[in-house]
């Protein structure tokens, strides 16, 4: 097929605006599905995405369509919405040459609709304006268009009012991706040149890459080669996913496909390698993807039934499907042997320890996450900190720096008074404010990401009634008054439950931690020191009173002598085993650190 009856394009959104809906409306027009084997987020394959309801990982798939007696090759790659899987947006925009920004009908322009509107400007996508939703009673398709053009640009009357659920427009909105966006560059003569824009493991059949074709052609049985790592393959297997996968002898240019080459090493694939003919390879590799900059970090130490091998082979596994993960070799002397993880947000976080425990069937205990410093040192030399154990000696730091982001914050009005004074607690500043329509604003902010990754977005919802969204994006480190909490649990401090703060909120922060510890650390049949210290000096106490078993019970009668003699025996064997006896701290204790008390 020439390309000009090809048209690739994403989905993209702010969560819950319909995009998987949508993908599913096209998959029945175009009959790329049948009605029996229809059914709801077709596209989304993991079970994770459907009981949460949102969509993780991009998927690709194929369809064909009719338009004035031409058939043409429709390639849609389906999105996440979460400010989270940013990243596997920006993936599937680059194998894109356009893209539906679709906007809730009720809810209207989001955070994250703002943007994924802003990435796709970057990767040089075609964007079309859609409405969805315009059947619910609340829609307010007018207002919304009348938003859309004066955040986004995109002309109101240029935008497309369908129903996802109803199929109301989508026929036409198909028509219109058929020609109103571009079909790909045909450079059928040139070089074989494929972009990996996405992998997964399959057990029996090696690494499968998900491709989209810029130059040239693949064939089954062709010799290729991965031009990062310099290794060849013999293709075993093209295809399709349409949406099931579906063999074929070649994949032409502008197509997205399958390869199955027997790449048994999971190391040998990175996703935004390009994969090129190995007697007559491509000049020069595609530009690939920008790596990820991981902002949050947590260690994962084998549970109860699970080995140290068994984890690491379950993160390889991972890291394959997912190359915003990241992991290294980390131990402590109170959890044993484990990994420092470095995830984009706490959502990804969550995601990947679901995944890891079902997928993988692996049990973890997962510290407190903590986001990533930069450290001057006296000498003058910058360094990356990504755990508070790593911090070096307080008279050697010249300055530490942390990071800030540009956040951007969309609500009502009626909730803008205790936004802002939310926002203020957390030491974000106010850069500009700018009213989408006589209901709506948005507050753009300079916020430090270690104020808002945890708990901020939760109290955001509850201050605005569920009405407010946010978004973010890393701006640069800088310069703060920062300072180590070291948390002593009898006298020994535990690496795992230090954190950096603000030294202003450091007494008031390190207090409630240990108030919170003394209720989540069992008691033992000894007593518990809890300390909080700041460089040495102690600045705050707790005790786990220990167990007192009755030992008097026997005594009755007689002089008061004997009773003291018997609890004498009894604190003297509590000594002894205090001086030998480890503490137990439950998982739940290293979460409870997380929490600031709002």
Known sequence: MGTDHIRNFSIVAHID???????????????????RDMKEQMLDGMDLERERGITIKASAVTMK??????????????TPGHVDFHYEVSRALAACEGALLVVDASQGVEAQTVANAYLATEAGAEILGVINKVDLPAAQPDVVAEEIEHVLGIRKNEC?????????????????????????????????AALIFDSHCDEYRGVICYVRLFAGSLRVRQRIRLMRSGRTYTISELGKFTPEMTSVDALGVGEVGYVIANIRQLADVTIGDTITDDAAPAATALPGYVPPMQMVFSDFYPGNNTDYPKLRAAFDKL???????????????????GFRCGFLGLLHMEIIQE???????????????????????????????????ELPDPQKIAELREPFVRLEIITTNESIGPLMKLAESRRCKLVKTDYLSPTRVMLEYKAPLAEIVYDFYDVLKGISHGYATMDYEFLAFEKSNLVRID???NKTAVDALSIIVHRDKAAERGRRMIIRLRKAIPRHQFEIPLQVAIGGKIIARETIKAYRKDVTAKLYGGDVTRKMKVLKRQKEGKKRMKSIGSVQIPQEAFMSVLDTGE
């Not at 031409?70 to 849609?76: A, G, I, P, T, V």
């Not at 009012?161 to 219109?176: F, P």
């Not at 079902?358 to 910058?382: L, M």
């Open 65 to 78: 369509y009719v338009h004035e007696g031409k058939e043409y090759m429709l390639n849609l790659i389906d």
């Open 319 to 337: 890291t394959l499907n997912d190359a915003s993960f990241s992991f290294v070799p980390q131990s402590s002397p109170a959890l044993g042997f």
């Open 17 to 35: 605006h319909g995009k998987s809906t949508l993908a599913d409306r096209f998959l029945q027009l175009t009959g790329a599905v049948s009605e």
């Open 487 to 489: 948390i002593l649990v």
């Open 355 to 389: 995944r890891l425990e079902r997928e993988n069937d692996v049990d973890v205990v997962q510290t407190a996450p903590t986001v990533s410093y930069e450290v001057v040192t006296t000498s003058g030399q910058v360094k990356r900190v990504d755990s508070p154990s």
């Open 160 to 192: 497309f009012a369908i129903s996802a659920k109803t199929g109301l427009g989508v026929a036409e909105l198909l028509d219109a991706i058929v020609t109103l966006l571009p079909p790909p560059a045909d450079k059928a003569n040139e070089p074989p």
